[in-house]
């Protein structure tokens, strides 16, 4: 099945900017690491009051790039795509991005007909997609309205939620049913009840949701839970001095937030989280929009968890099936990628800036991502009532 063969192979835009080799810097303190092998078990290395690295680390290893170039604000200069631009400029390649990657709104019949007799599968990502992006991330509440579009698509379409935050917390911010939860960017899934997935997969077991309804519980970092909680409150610790920065504990992975400290302070913070990820090798960090993100080095993204959630489903028999993904950060980008990659469904970006990616369609923001939902099921509808 060729999904969308018009684009030319994806190039990720994480900047990477010296090479390994240059610096003796552990593979786990450089941006982007690959995935490695799960480690079966072992101590975790407590943390040494050291004295602070120099904030040169974050200069050298790229982490100070990255954080730079994530979430760029609009309207102001942009150095997301290399070079400062004023705004106007941002406009142009914005119109000019989205001929590489259309509207999904604009493109939806194309989308349709290509969804004709097969079943379509619903994947959405939480922040910056079906609510916006703000300051705080406890106040990251997604409209009345969107939830009403996403119970309506759940009610046509098998759905899933793919969050970076907690299952627990992404659960409460969203508060229906009708769908799946996957939290911690895909490393604890609460999936549909299914035998033949927990005999096949380790860390996988039958559970309760918060309904006390019986669900397939797939945690495969369920290890890592103390050393996550031990490097959580280490960060804390190590922040609590830099104004405006937030710790947050996914119980699989952890954030740290700079949304709201102060640019100058952002080699700061780096360096801090830095010093304390050095101790821990079987960790490593990726950037989101305005975050630094703690997560095992386990082969295990939200590319992964959306091949778990179709396998679950009994929609893995790709000619029949349609997945549609939508994400704004880079970690949906793993998501993408499988789907792209199988020729399998179609991954659309939210973004209102020219992002380099591994989706084939884009949506400007949370409000195009609600038109879009509504839109799958008002088709949905008349297919099935002409
Ligand atoms: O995978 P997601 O559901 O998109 O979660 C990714 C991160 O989202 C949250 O942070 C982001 O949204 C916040 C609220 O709008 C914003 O303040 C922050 O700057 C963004 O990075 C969440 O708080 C993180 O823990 C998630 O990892």
Redesign the pocket.
């Known amino acids: 099945m060729d999904v969308k063969s018009n684009h030319s192979p994806p190039v990720l835009s994480d900047p990477i900017p010296i090479s390994k080799s240059k610096l003796s810097i552990h593979s786990n303190l450089l941006p982007y690491p690959q995935s490695g092998p799960t480690f079966s078990s072992g101590k975790y290395i407590g943390i040494s009051r050291k004295k602070p690295g120099k904030l040169d680390d974050v200069r050298s290893n790229g982490w100070l790039d990255a954080m730079i170039s994530s979430?760029p604000p609009r309207k102001k200069l942009n150095k997301d795509i290399g070079v400062e631009v004023p705004s106007d400029d941002i406009d142009v390649a914005y119109g000019s991005w989205m001929l590489k990657y259309p509207s999904a709104l604009n493109s939806f019949e194309q989308i349709t007909n290509f969804a004709r007799n097969k079943k379509i599968a619903v994947f959405l990502?939480?922040?910056?997609?079906l609510?916006?992006?703000?300051?705080?991330?406890d106040?990251?509440l997604m409209s009345d309205d969107m939830r009403l579009a996403v119970r309506n698509v759940a009610k046509c379409f098998p759905t899933a939620i793919?969050?970076?935050?907690s299952c627990e917390k992404?659960f409460e911010l969203v508060g229906l049913t009708e769908l799946h939860y996957a939290g911690s960017?895909g490393m604890d899934i609460m999936g549909p009840i299914s035998k033949r997935m927990s005999s096949d997969h380790l860390n996988c077991i039958e559970s309760t949701d918060q309904q006390g309804k019986t669900v397939n519980l797939f945690q495969p970092a369920r290890e890592f839970i103390p050393m996550i909680d031990e490097v959580f409150r280490a960060l804390v610790e190590n922040t609590k001095g830099v104004k405006g920065a937030k710790v947050?504990n996914?119980k699989f992975c952890t954030?740290v937030?700079y949304?709201n400290v102060e640019e100058q302070n952002w080699p700061v913070i780096g360096q801090r989280v830095h010093d304390i990820l050095k101790e821990y090798p079987r960790l490593r960090l990726t950037h989101?929009?305005?975050?630094l993100?703690i997560r095992p080095v386990i082969d295990w993204n939200k590319g992964k968890a959306v091949e778990f959630l179709l396998e679950s489903l009994e929609l893995n028999d790709s000619d029949d099936v349609l997945p549609i993904y939508i994400?704004?950060?880079r970690?949906?980008e793993d998501a993408f990628k499988v789907l792209r990659e199988g020729n399998r469904g179609y991954g659309i970006l939210v973004s209102s800036m020219p992002k380099e990616t591994n989706a084939c369609y884009s949506l400007k923001d949370p409000t195009e991502v609600m038109k879009f939902l509504k839109s799958l099921v008002t088709w949905k509808k008349l297919v099935e009532y002409p």
Do not use: C, N
Request: net charge negative; charged share 35%; no cysteine.
């Open positions: 979430s990502d939480y922040d910056g997609t609510s916006p992006i703000v300051d705080d991330p106040l990251a793919i969050s970076g935050r992404v960017h947050e996914h954030s937030h949304r989101g929009r305005k975050v993100e994400g704004d950060d970690t949906d």
